[in-house]
């Protein structure tokens, strides 16, 4: 497998949103996710953008119904789909529970409280919690309590 890009992970996520400017300002504010390139277009249309959190990559844009491209116009953010979701994102953090109070105070809608899930001694213990985005985009934030043991 060739390497990637210096600045890539090798897998990222894209998320579309009815207002994706306003989107950015809130995963910044709330979540601390910072913006690394933003591609604004007619009327301050975002076109697409890079946000990073450590090495991770998500990358926002403006959804499209017009657009001459199938698979672009069918993009779409939960808001435009009676809160429907398709994904949802995972990133890690060091403290879930400081990181959850934060994205609360922000106005992330909580919808999975800070937990502890232990797969037992074999596997991982983390610690999560769930939050809807203001357009109803699912965020999981993650902290890692226990690795698996080595193999």
Known sequence: ????????PRCSSAVFYQD???????LCDAFGLEVRLKVEGKDGRIEHSE??????V???????PDSGR?????MRSPRSLGGA???SIMFYVDDADAHCERSR?????IVEEPATHDYGEDYWADRSYGALDPEGHMWWITQRLRNPPAR
Not at 58 to 64: I, L, Y
């Open 20 to 26: 994706a400017a306003a989107a950015i300002n809130w």
């Open 58 to 64: 998500v990358m926002v844009a403006q959804e499209d």
């Open 85 to 87: 979701g398709t994904q």
């Open 70 to 74: 199938h698979w672009k116009a069918a």
């Open 1 to 8: 497998m060739q390497p990637t890009p210096s600045d890539w």
């Open 51 to 56: 946000l990073i959190y450590g090495e991770g």
């Open 105 to 109: 105070s922000r106005g992330a809608r």
